[in-house]
């Protein structure tokens, strides 16, 4: 069997959940042409890149993901650093002719995404975005019943990404809370898998109005490296720069109206995520929470098993939970194989552009209180 050459840059949380994911194709996908190695870890806090090598089983580890772009025994890369670094690492290994598997939301800004986006295209090289809760195999039973009609025209719906990963106020003053670093807070962490599951089960979104807020206004400073949302009790205060909270109005080009809301304080959730939309002829609803079931207003709770999506490849009887985890490998089965056919397979770099529009609007419509169009 021939062999992927692939390097993980930016070795947080994140950059684990990859390197497993590709570690694991071969388990759950053995039909690949192609399997995984793992040739290089980047990152630069001293220490974790190499402790990741002894762990993964990577060739080598780096502190500098530069040292990444000549190696060519790398074809492909994950980039799994924070959200500031998603330009500069995107258009560097596009143009170094690596494919590139990049965590939402693909930069702070359209600008941001659309220059990755581009790059890759310049390149010839396969582009795929972390959406991944777009796998899950209720996900993809939902999109079937709507484009069946199952639920006869869709009205209205409700999307939540409800989290309280910074509810704590003594949450760490990290990257994710700096407008340069982070964005646009809460809106490129959570509202983006929001705009990507939207468009993914009901089409383009045409115009929104929406309003956003900062809740938890000082954190405190972190005196060493951080990973994932570490606490820093008793640190300097600084300023809270981006957003802890966002609704949305969305009208959808089909003429359906969605509300979608993010929040990443909402005390008392803990990845309350999912959807309910409805119809002219039913309804449907789902909860991350509960990511087997599916909701039908025609049949009651339906447990989504084999023949629904990737869901054969994990367990043989419907009911069997799955997992996040579960969910990126089969984003890393859509990368391998959007670079094995030379054919787009899951979330693309276009999905990340036109999230990035949406997202874009949000704050746009945040500070002017007007509806604002989306091309």
Excluded: C
């Amino acid at each position: 069997m021939r062999t992927l050459g692939v390097a993980v840059a930016g070795f947080g949380w994140m950059g684990r959940v990859h390197t497993q994911a590709y570690l694991r194709l071969p388990h759950h996908f053995p039909d690949l042409p192609v399997r995984p190695e793992l040739i290089a870890v980047a990152d630069e806090v001293p220490g974790r890149a190499a402790e990741a090598a002894t762990t993964y089983g990577f060739a080598t580890s780096t502190l500098d993901w530069r040292d990444l772009l000549t190696n060519p025994a790398i074809d492909a890369v994950s980039i799994t650093a924070p959200n500031f670094l998603h330009r500069e690492l995107g258009e560097a290994f596009a143009r170094a002719g690596k494919h590139i598997w990049i965590e939402k939301p693909v930069g702070l800004t359209r600008a941001d995404a659309l220059a990755v986006a581009d790059a890759a295209r310049s390149a010839g090289v396969s582009g795929t975005v972390g959406f991944n809760y777009r796998n899950a195999p209720a996900v993809d039973t939902a999109r079937a019943v709507i484009a069946k009609g199952g639920i006869g025209t869709v009205t209205h719906a409700r999307f939540r990404f409800l989290s309280d990963y910074a509810a704590d106020p003594s949450s760490a003053l990290t990257w994710r809370y700096s407008r340069e670093r982070g964005g646009n807070g809460v809106l490129g962490d959570l509202a983006s898998h929001g705009v990507d599951l939207v468009r993914h089960l009901l089409g383009d979104i045409s115009a929104l109005v929406a309003d956003t807020a900062i809740f938890i206004t000082d954190r405190a400073i972190p005196t060493s490296a951080t990973s994932g949302h570490a606490r820093a009790d008793g640190g300097t205060l600084g300023p809270v720069e981006n957003e802890d909270y966002v609704s949305a109005q969305l009208r959808l080009a089909s003429g359906a109206r969605v509300i979608l809301e993010a929040s990443r304080v909402s005390v008392g959730d803990q990845n309350n995520y999912g959807f309910e939309i409805h119809g002219t002829q039913g309804a449907l609803a789902w909860d991350y929470r509960r990511m087997g079931e599916l909701s039908l207003s025609t049949a009651g709770t339906v447990f989504v098993g084999p023949g629904d999506g990737a869901y054969a490849a994990f367990q043989p009887g419907a009911a069997n939970p799955m997992s996040y985890d579960d969910l990126k490998v089969i984003e890393a089965h859509h990368f391998v194989r959007s670079i094995t056919t030379s054919t787009p397979h899951g979330a693309t770099l276009t999905d990340a552009v036109r999230s990035a529009e949406a997202l874009d609007a949000m704050s746009l419509s945040a500070a002017t209180g007007n509806w604002v169009p989306l091309p």
